[in-house]
T-cell receptor, first 111, second 111 residues
Framework: KQEVTQIPAALSVPEGENLVLNCSFT??????LQWFRQDPGKGLTSLLL?????REQTSGRLNASLDKSSGRSTLYIAASQPGDSATYLC??????????FGSGTRLLVRP | SQTIHQWPATLVQPVGSPLSLECTVE??????LYWYRQAAGRGLQLLFY??????ISSEVPQNLSASRPQDRQFILSSKKLLLSDSGFYLC??????????FGQGTRLTVV
C-alpha cells in the first residue's frame, strides 16, 4: 500500500530565506508526483508536476526534484515571501490512476 | 480550457439527513475523477475515484457512496449523515497520467 510522508509538518522562516520541503513515498512504481499549494479554507492549486521519467521541474522560484528509486521528492522555494505562506502537499499517482496525498507541510513566512 | 465546478461551497445538515454533492468538469472527455475528504488541519483522504462511466473504486468503507452518471459528472452521496461525516470535501480530475486539478471544495458541517 502506497504511503506518502511529508516532513516537516510545519515550518516557520523569516522572509527571504531559501527552504526545502520533503516528500517521501513507499512504492516507487509511480507515474508522476505533483506538488500543490492550499490556502486556508480553499481548494488545491497545482504548482509542479514531475513525470516518473523526469528528475526535476522548475517554475519561477520553485524547483521540484524527484528521485523515484529512493522514493523521495523535494520542493525548493527560493527567496521566500510572506505570500508563500500556505500548506504544501505532495501527491503520487499510481498505475491505477489512484492519487495519494501526504499530510502536508504548513509554511509560515514571517515578514 | 478545462474547468471544474463543485457545489455547494458550504452545507450544514442535520444528523440522519441525506447528502448529495455534485462535481462537473468542462472542456475535456473521459477524465479521471476523484473525491477526497480533508479533516481540519489534516491531509487529503481519498474516498472514491473513477476512470470511466459506471466505474467507481472505493478506498474507505464508510457511510458514503459515489456515482458517475455521465462522463464528466461525479456525485458523492449519503443516505444518512453522521457527525463524523463533517469535513471539507474536494473533487478533482485528471486526464490520464497528467496533472490533477481541484474544485474549490464543499465545507460540510453535520449538526
Amino acid at each position: 500500500k502506497q504511503e506518502v510522508t511529508q516532513i516537516p509538518a510545519a515550518l516557520s522562516v523569516p522572509e527571504g530565506e531559501n527552504l526545502v520541503l520533503n516528500c517521501s513515498f513507499t512504492d516507487s512504481a509511480i507515474y508522476n508526483l505533483q506538488w500543490f499549494r492550499q490556502d486556508p479554507g480553499k481548494g488545491l492549486t497545482s504548482l509542479l508536476l514531475i513525470q516518473s521519467s523526469q528528475r526535476e521541474q522548475t517554475s519561477g522560484r520553485l524547483n521540484a526534484s524527484l528521485d523515484k528509486s529512493s522514493g523521495r521528492s523535494t520542493l525548493y522555494i527560493a527567496a521566500s515571501q510572506p505570500g508563500d505562506s500556505a500548506t504544501y502537499l505532495c501527491a503520487v499517482m499510481a498505475s491505477s490512476y489512484k492519487l495519494i496525498f501526504g499530510s502536508g507541510t504548513r509554511l509560515l513566512v514571517r515578514p | 480550457s478545462q474547468t471544474i465546478h463543485q457545489w455547494p461551497a458550504t452545507l450544514v445538515q442535520p444528523v440522519g439527513s441525506p447528502l448529495s454533492l455534485e462535481c462537473t468538469v468542462e472542456g475535456t472527455s473521459n477524465p479521471n475523477l476523484y473525491w477526497y475528504r480533508q479533516a481540519a488541519g489534516r491531509g487529503l483522504q481519498l474516498l472514491f475515484y473513477s476512470v470511466g462511466i459506471g466505474q467507481i473504486s472505493s478506498e474507505v468503507p464508510q457511510n458514503l457512496s459515489a456515482s458517475r452518471p455521465q462522463d464528466r459528472q461525479f456525485i458523492l452521496s449519503s443516505k444518512k449523515l453522521l457527525l463524523s461525516d463533517s469535513g471539507f470535501y474536494l473533487c478533482a480530475w485528471s486526464a490520464g497520467f497528467t496533472e490533477a486539478f481541484f474544485g474549490q471544495g464543499t465545507r460540510l458541517t453535520v449538526v
